[in-house]
């Protein structure tokens, strides 16, 4: 019967592929003994029963086949937040923090924004945002009632009360809604790109991240369809490909957006789209 020690040892030239293999034995052994990391250190020479083993090493050969950690432990931190994800949506990514930071920036001044996150998945922006502006009214929509439920979920454990959750396409629940600002992460995965077959991303949702005419359709409907839900003044902002900018913003200017603009990541990448409608 092997130790926690060797269990960790053994994990992590099993993992040997990851970039961060250690990192993942240890978070998958401790959830197979349903206790923190912190607690391996302090009893390294523990020696875990044999249902505990055997769940280990399931856990471990799913993560090797390119499982991600995150639907493994059913766990991801968002903008500070313990958010509970499942293979229903997509894992948040530090990336899409940008999208938070520039609504929360640019509606620095409203104190009683109203905002609409579409295609909310497991809540990541939506309660983000509703969390750093209590007062704000936050809506989330979804089309697929497993999200939307997941992100409820998150919202009542967060004890975050300022999101209303609406079922429905886009924009398709806000009928005689004004917004102060619309955000969302919609699909821009072209059809047939070859890092579908890649990573994590073979593991979620293909409609959350797929979308036609070069991964712009989704892009393009929202961005069509917002102008009639914003108060003049009030903005777009669109988390997009990295090499999908230019014709984004050929997008909202067609569109009548004004004060278009494109932000980068913190890798230098262009991220997030964002524009404002004048009236």
């Known amino acids: 019967m092997a130790t926690i020690k060797q269990l ?32 391996l250190y ?12 055997h769940m280990y090493l399931d856990l471990l050969r799913r993560r090797k086949a390119g499982e991600p950690v995150a639907y493994l432990v059913h766990r991801r931190e968002f903008w500070g937040l313990d958010l509970k994800i499942d293979h229903h ?7 899409t923090e940008l999208l938070v930071q520039t609504a929360l ?21 939506a309660l983000a945002l509703a969390s750093e502006q ?43 809604i004004t917004l102060d600002a619309i955000v969302s992460n919609p699909p821009y995965i072209a059809e047939g790109d070859p890092h579908l077959a890649e990573g994590d991303v073979r593991f979620e949702p293909v ?35 990295y090499d999908q ?7 909202f200017a067609a569109a009548g957006f004004t004060e278009v603009a494109t932000h980068r990541d913190l890798a230098g990448l262009e991220r997030v789209t964002t524009g404002t409608i004048t009236g």
């Open 245 to 251: 900018g230019a014709a984004v913003r050929e997008i």
């Open 134 to 176: 209590p007062q704000w009214q936050v809506i989330a929509t979804d089309i697929s009632g497993e999200a939307l439920e997941l992100a409820r979920d998150n919202a009542s454990r967060l004890d975050i009360t300022n999101v209303i959750f609406s079922p429905g396409e886009w924009l398709a629940p806000l009928a005689g």
């Open 89 to 95: 949506v997509l894992i948040p990514r530090p990336e």
């Open 207 to 241: 409609h959350a991240l797929v979308s036609a005419d070069a991964g712009l359709a989704d892009i393009r409907r929202i961005v069509e369809d917002s102008p009639a839900h914003l108060v003049p003044g009030g903005y777009l902002m669109l988390e997009h490909g």
């Open 8 to 39: 960790i040892a053994d994990g992590e030239a099993a993992l040997a592929c990851s970039d961060s293999a250690r990192l993942d034995a240890e978070i998958l052994l401790a959830l197979s003994l349903n206790n923190t990391r912190t607690w």
């Open 42 to 53: 302090t009893w390294p020479d523990h020696v875990p029963n044999l249902p505990q083993q």
């Open 105 to 125: 920036d640019a509606l620095a001044g409203n104190a009683a924004a109203r905002v609409a996150d579409l295609g909310t998945g497991s809540g990541a922006i």
